[in-house]
């Protein structure tokens, strides 16, 4: 349980730290960087990758007919 501990404090503190590098590259606030990621960013890449799933499901689907036929 510590390990597991351990490792979530590191991702943390890495996470964290590539956040406020971002925010000096980029001059804006910290909050404002975690608004972009976590408000815009990440639900939006999760409903495009969502769409490209069902896409491709439904190709798969058209030849999968098409072979048995």
Same mark, same amino acid.
């Given at each position: 349980? $510590?390990?597991?501990?351990? *490792?979530? !404090?590191?991702? %943390?503190?890495?996470?964290?730290? %590539? ?5 000096? +590259? ?5 909050? $404002?960087?975690?608004?972009?990621? %976590?408000?815009? *960013?990440?639900?939006? +890449? ?7 799933? *069902? %896409? ?8 999968? !007919? !098409?072979?048995?036929?």
């Amino acid at each position: 349980m $510590e390990v597991l501990s351990n *490792i979530i !404090k590191i991702v %943390f503190v890495y996470c964290t730290d %590539f956040i406020i590098n971002l925010t000096d +590259l980029l001059g804006i606030s910290y909050y $404002e960087v975690n608004t972009y990621i %976590f408000v815009i *960013i990440w639900p939006a +890449l999760t409903i495009i990758l969502i769409m490209m799933n *069902i %896409f491709q499901r439904v190709v798969l689907n058209r030849r999968m !007919k !098409k072979q048995a036929l």
